[in-house]
């Protein structure tokens, strides 16, 4: 009797463990792919060269390799000699070992505390319109910006608002009629909206203020 009790404690044993390795979040995004040496070492050759402000052909040029050859480094299609990594080193005036640096297993992770976001100011930027930037990502090819999103009792309407990619809205405090393209949405506390940004957008009728809502912006990273 005790051997069955012990059999069937292992076999539970077993499938709990088998059930908890294949727990998930809801996402439907697929796993991460591993990232190879010849594409850790593409991406920081790329951003060196941008921090210095170089094209791919200034750098090229300095290293003494093709264009070609080099677009294909930092899009991580070639595995390149120690002769031509050294040659593109010393051309952006770092150590060989500063090129190999990004192969290390690093992910971005962006913490802010509470009201201490960076508080955005940008020219065209509405009287009584106040973001606040919630996180920050440093590479990968998908750009995403949180912002908390402030409207004073001086806030003014503006359906104005356009740019690339897709915007999530979740409405925090306050109530307002938010048009995007040829409609408005009636958005209050716990309501959630996401649309295409590239068309005209913004709160068209502040019906409650002040209010707050979360704006998370999603676009793709320029790669030139």
């Known amino acids: 009797m005790g051997s069955r009790v012990a059999e069937r404690k292992a ?60 677009s294909k480094i930092e899009n991580g299609q070639i595995s390149p000699s120690l002769a031509t990594l050294q040659a593109i080193s010393k051309a952006l005036n770092v150590p060989l070992t500063t090129l190999f640096s990004a192969f290390e297993e690093r992910r971005d992770c962006s913490f802010v505390r509470a009201h201490q976001g960076v508080i955005i100011e940008r020219r065209g930027t509405k009287v009584g319109h106040q973001y606040e930037l919630l996180g920050h990502g440093l590479g990968g090819d998908i750009v995403v910006e949180p912002y908390l999103i402030t409207l004073s009792e001086e ?11 897709v915007e999530f809205l979740y409405m925090l ?45 999603v676009y793709g990273r320029d790669r030139t």
């Open 155 to 165: 806030a003014a309407p503006y359906t104005g608002f356009r740019h690339a990619g």
């Open 11 to 70: 076999k539970s044993g077993t499938a709990d463990v088998h059930e908890l390795s294949e727990y998930s979040t809801g996402s439907g995004a697929p796993a991460a792919a591993a990232v190879t040496l010849e594409e850790a070492l593409g991406v920081q050759v790329r951003s060196i060269r941008r921090q210095l402000d170089l094209t791919v052909s200034d750098l090229a040029g300095a290293a003494g390799i093709s264009v070609g050859m080099l």
């Open 173 to 217: 405090s306050g109530e307002v009629l938010y048009r995007h393209a040829d409609r408005t949405y009636h958005l209050r506390p716990g309501d959630a909206l996401m649309f295409d940004s590239g068309a005209a957008h913004g709160p068209e009728d502040l019906l409650k203020t002040p209010m707050t809502y979360l704006s998370i912006i």
